[in-house]
């Protein structure tokens, strides 16, 4: 059946509100305008950053809203001017944009950019508007740039890459967030050298993904910190060397800075946090080695959160940074990172421990919270 130029019938869970189930309907997808891309997505994974939105904790969470950021399809049509992409490619959705014109593309210093940046906070297309509506005609929002929780959805063309074909697309998926983000925050932002130092607070599917990044460029000690031991099985798999349970492996007088700086023998060389605690960031930073260690953010704090610390640990030597999508730049480099999973040489599939049909997106997102699990792929068929 022919669908171009024509809107489409799409399956969508719609989070109307703030801490309430999704919804599972039937919505109406609108022809991709200008400069845009209509995908049917196949394959979507449920990241930690969706369920924040939908707790409420965000603040800039905007309902009723499509979630769902980590997705992979097939283009089904695409509106005038489009050049990167075409119908038939297999393509991932980006939530960091890249457009190569704006002040941050051409900077060469960020990942950031510009482009599409103030209408995708918002939940609405570059023009302002939404392509998508429920069954009564209410406009629903978008999410991130890429509303992947839908059957057919539309994104800006800077918000989507043309992937190789023979890649699975339920690998590709994952490499539309938490994959990409750990390991290109220790690639990229972090930079890690043979023999350094690294210690990864949260080993979620970003931590671990931080771990596989910093074992490929050589790094000497890997201690992730986690305070659930069902995902200690996950160390050796992504190159960790060590593992410690802070609420249960550390002595009377020890802190996990205390503990992390003598196994180190002065502290690290770069540290990271993938939890979204403002008292963890402050840990990552504090067993930073004085002088030169470096603690990456990479974890979403809840609103209204701060971070602090003394600022003697800045002014003697600690850098604290922060990293966005690991630093990567989603149309020039998910090529390469396809191809080094094809090579074997960056692990994906590893990361998905639940397959669901897209139906059972409520219980995906119970997976979330349940022990070892890291990502669920729902299907759409
Ligand atoms: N900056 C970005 O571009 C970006 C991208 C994706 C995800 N994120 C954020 O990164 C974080 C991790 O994402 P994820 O998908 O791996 O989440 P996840 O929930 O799978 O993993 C988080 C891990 O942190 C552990 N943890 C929680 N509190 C802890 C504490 N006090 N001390 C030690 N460990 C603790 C949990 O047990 C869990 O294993 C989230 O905050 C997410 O929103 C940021
Ligand atoms: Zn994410
Ligand atoms: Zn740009």
């Given amino acids: 059946m022919n669908t171009q130029g024509k809107p489409v019938t799409s399956l969508a869970a719609v989070a109307y509100e703030a801490g309430k189930p999704l919804s599972l309907e039937e919505i109406t997808v609108d022809v991709p305008k200008a400069h845009e891309v209509r995908i049917q997505i196949k394959k979507t994974a449920i990241c930690h950053t969706d369920a924040y939105t939908l707790s409420g904790a965000d603040p800039e969470?905007?309902?009723?809203?499509?979630?769902?950021?980590?997705?992979?399809?097939?283009?089904?049509?695409?509106?005038?001017?489009?050049?990167?992409?075409k119908p038939g490619d297999h393509v991932v959705a980006l939530y960091t944009a890249e457009c190569g014109k704006c002040k941050f593309c051409r900077s060469g210093k960020t990942?950031?950019?510009?482009?599409?940046?103030?209408?995708?906070?918002?939940?609405?297309?570059?023009?302002?508007?939404?392509?998508?509506?429920?069954?009564?005609?209410?406009?629903?929002?978008?999410?991130?740039?890429c509303s992947t929780f839908s059957e057919y959805t539309v994104v800006a063309d800077v918000s989507v890459v043309a992937v190789d074909p023979t890649a699975p697309l339920e690998s590709a998926c994952l490499l539309g967030c938490g994959v990409t983000t750990g390991y290109g925050a220790a690639v990229k932002t972090a930079d890690v050298q043979k023999g350094d130092t690294v210690a990864i607070f949260g080993a979620g599917t970003v931590g671990l993904s931080v771990a596989q990044g910093a074992k490929a460029r050589g790094a000497s000690q890997i201690i992730l910190i986690d305070i659930n031991d069902s995902k200690k099985k996950y160390m050796n798999e992504f190159g960790a060397t060590a593992y410690i349970n802070p609420t249960k492996d550390l002595k009377e007088d020890e802190t996990i800075v205390s503990k992390l700086i003598e196994m180190t023998g002065g502290g690290l060389d770069f540290t990271f946090d993938c939890t979204g605690n403002?008292?963890?960031?402050?840990?990552?930073?504090?067993?930073?080695?004085?002088?030169?260690?470096?603690?990456?953010?990479?974890?979403?704090?809840?609103?209204?959160?701060?971070?602090?610390?003394?600022?003697?640990?800045?002014?003697?030597?600690?850098?604290w940074k922060g990293s966005a999508f690991g630093g990567i730049k989603g149309r020039s480099e998910m090529g390469g990172l396809v191809k080094d999973y094809q090579k074997g040489s960056l692990k994906v599939d590893e990361f998905i421990t639940n397959r669901r049909p897209f139906v059972e997106i409520d219980e995906g997102f119970r997976d979330l919270h349940t022990g070892d699990s890291l990502r669920t792929v729902l299907t759409f068929n």
């Fill in 61 to 85: 969470g905007s309902f009723p809203c499509i979630l769902g950021h980590e997705g992979a399809g097939i283009v089904e049509s695409v509106g005038e001017g489009v050049t990167n992409v």
């Fill in 111 to 145: 990942n950031l950019c510009g482009a599409v940046r103030a209408t995708q906070g918002k939940g609405v297309m570059p023009d302002g508007t939404s392509r998508f509506k429920n069954k009564n005609g209410e406009p629903l929002l978008h999410f991130m740039g």
């Fill in 278 to 319: 403002v008292k963890v960031m402050r840990d990552a930073l504090e067993s930073c080695h004085k002088g030169w260690g470096v603690s990456v953010v990479i974890g979403v704090a809840a609103s209204g959160q701060e971070i602090s610390t003394r600022p003697f640990q800045l002014v003697t030597g600690r850098i």
